[in-house]
């Protein structure tokens, strides 16, 4: 159980396109789910918290009107990443939380961003 | 402050035991998870700790001192699979992980 899905898992785009970015809990309803970005040999920066039917909570130095995020659903989060640069490539990565606190973070596979 | 110290690389040999050391100082604490991240691939759960003690699963454990803000995690019978990375993370009183560098584990045959 506690498996969650992201798509695409690689995505090469031109500079200032968007990418959308996808992240599904297949079998457990997700009251939360985060993002995070990680780029080579450096730990996992959260980037926002979302809770279904609310806004996300982002973190500090995080453009909200640059990393759209939606969380419909109790099963579907998505994250969109508008007008890409170079430097937004990365490997985007969210998680999923059944509950409010205590439960542990579910991860999906990640999604690999390459913006030429 | 919050603050999660484990170390940066550690290198063992195959069939032996690897002791991974976590330190940490956050404000308020909701436990203490491990997960292992294999190059390239997104972290998956190892274990979670909340009260003192050892935790055992398989080849696997993990410690917590509370009183210490200390953990490890114990790895036997190291396969050369095991190579990865290993991060800490903490769970803060507003229930957000608060993640480790991670401990780049090299097994070596």
């Known amino acids: 159980g506690a498996v969650v899905s992201q798509h695409p898992s690689w995505v090469i785009c031109k500079s200032g396109t968007s990418v959308k970015i996808e992240c599904r809990s297949l079998d457990f309803q997700a009251t939360t789910m985060f993002w995070y970005r990680q780029f080579p040999k450096q730990s996992l920066m959260l980037m926002a918290t979302?809770?279904?039917?609310?806004?996300?909570?982002?973190e500090q130095g995080v453009e909200k009107d640059k990393f759209l995020i939606n969380h419909a659903s109790l099963t579907l989060s998505t994250l969109t990443v508008t007008s890409a640069h170079p430097e937004d490539s990365s490997f985007y990565i969210c998680?999923?939380?059944?509950?409010?606190?205590?439960?542990?973070?579910?991860f999906g596979p990640g999604t690999r961003l390459l913006v030429l | 402050g919050q603050n999660i110290d484990q170390p940066t690389e550690m290198t063992a040999t195959e069939g032996a035991i690897v002791q991974i050391n976590c330190t940490y100082q956050?404000?308020?604490?909701?436990?203490l998870f491990w997960y292992q991240q294999h190059a390239g691939e997104a972290p998956t759960f190892l274990s979670y700790?909340?009260l003192d003690g050892l935790e055992e699963k398989g080849r696997f454990s993990s410690f917590l001192s509370r009183s210490k803000g200390y953990s490890y995690l114990l790895l036997k019978e190291l396969q050369m699979k095991d190579s990865a990375s290993y991060l800490c993370?903490?769970?803060?009183?507003?229930?957000?992980?608060?993640w480790g560098a991670g401990t780049k584990l090299i097994i070596k045959p």
């Open positions: 993370a903490t769970m803060d009183s507003n229930y957000q992980l608060i």
């Open positions: 956050t404000s308020g604490f909701n436990g």
């Open positions: 998680s999923a939380r059944a509950g409010g606190g205590l439960e542990t973070q579910y």
């Open positions: 979302s809770n279904e039917g609310s806004k996300a909570t982002y």
């Open positions: 700790n909340v």
